[in-house]
C-alpha cells in the first residue's frame, strides 16, 4: 500500500494547495477510510474566503471538507463495528461520551467535540482519512456512496424535523432552497408530510424544488409570500417554518408567517448577531422557536429512509469535480450560486 496522499491544503484565505502527505494511520479504536466522494459545504467555502467562522479561525494549514463518504481499507485492534471492505458514510463530529450533553442522546452539543474541518481539526478533502469508528456508518448496496456522503446536509434536515416536533399532519414552509433547504424538504417527505412550501430568489433553486416534490415555491422578494400562503392553503395558514437561509427579512417574516400556536425552526446562520423580532407578538401567539446545531442520532434514520426509492437526494448534486481540480470546484461553489448546488469532489478520480 502507499504511503503519499494527496490532499487539498487551505494555507490561508483563498489560498489552496494541492499537497502530497502521508497516509494517517488509525489507532486502536479508528479506522483508514479511503474516500471516494466528499461535498463542497458553505462553511467550506466561508473558511476559504475568510479564514473564520464565528470563534473559529484557521490559524494553521487546515484540510477542508466534512461531507464524506468512502471505503474502510484499514481498522485499528479494537474495532468490530466495521472491517476493511465495507462502505461506509463518515459522521464528522466525534465527540466525548462522557460529558452531561453525550449522556443525555444531544452529543451535537459536546463541548469537546472533534468535528471535521473545524479548525484545528483536519477535513477529508483528502484522499485518506481516519476516523473513531463508531462514527462510521455501513452503507446498504442500494445506498450509493454520493448518497452517503450527502447524509451530513440531509441530517440538519433530520434534526430539524425532529427538534419541531414535525408529523404527517403539519403544513411546512421552508424558507431559502439551498442545500439544506432542499435537503430538509426531502426530510420532510421522510416524515411523512405532504404539504410543503417554500421560498428562494434563485430561478434555478425554485425549479429544482418544485423536481425534488416541494408542492409550491415564491421568489419572496417579487411575491407577496403571505397572500400566496392563503392561496396554496385554502386559509389554513402554514403551523411551521423551516429557516435555512439566514436572512435577516426571512428570519423575521418567519414570526409573521406562521400560523398562531406554531412552530419556528432556526437552521441558517445570520450574518449578524442581532434581529429585532416582535416578542410581543412570539408571546400572543404562543410560537415555540427551536435552534438546530448540526444533528443527534440521524444517520441509522437516514439510511434506513433512503431505502425508499423514491427519494432522490443525489439530485441536488449539480457539479462534480477530481481532487486535483480543487480550485476549479471551490470556484464554481463560489461564483456560481445561480446554478449550482452541491459540488462533489472525487479523490481517487
Known sequence: MKTMMDAAVLNKPLE????????????????????????????????????????????EPLILGHEVAGEVVEVGEEVQNVMIGDRVAIEPGVTCGRCDACKS??????????????????????????????????LPDEISYEAGALLEPL?????????????????????GLGP???????????????????????????ELG?????TNVIDPSRDDLQKNIEQWTDGKGVNVVIETSGNAKAIQDAFNSVNRGGRIVCVGMPVVNDIPV???????????????FRYANTYPTAIQALKNPHLDIEKVITHQFALTDIQEAVDVARNQKDTSIKVMIYPGK
Open 16 to 59: 489552496m494547495e494541492l499537497k502530497k502527505l502521508s497516509i494517517p494511520k488509525p489507532r486502536k479504536n479508528e479506522a483508514l477510510v479511503k474516500v471516494y466522494c466528499i461535498g463542497i459545504c458553505g462553511s467550506d467555502i466561508h473558511y476559504y474566503e475568510h479564514g473564520k467562522i464565528g470563534r473559529y479561525e484557521v490559524k
Open 105 to 138: 442522546g444531544r452529543y451535537n452539543l459536546c463541548p469537546d467535540v472533534a468535528f471535521m474541518a473545524t479548525p484545528p481539526v483536519d477535513g477529508a478533502w483528502a484522499e485518506y482519512v481516519t476516523v473513531r469508528s463508531d462514527f462510521l456508518f455501513k
Open 155 to 175: 441530517s440538519v434536515g433530520i434534526h430539524a424535523m425532529n427538534r419541531g416536533n414535525i408529523t404527517p399532519a403539519d403544513r411546512l414552509l421552508i424558507t
Open 180 to 206: 439544506i433547504g432542499l435537503l430538509a424538504a426531502q426530510a420532510a417527505k421522510m416524515f411523512g408530510v405532504n404539504d410543503v412550501y417554500a421560498t428562494d430568489v434563485v430561478p434555478f433553486r425554485r
Open 210 to 214: 418544485l423536481d425534488l416534490g416541494i
Open 278 to 292: 416582535n416578542i410581543n407578538h412570539m408571546i400572543d401567539s404562543e410560537l415555540d422557536v427551536y435552534g438546530v
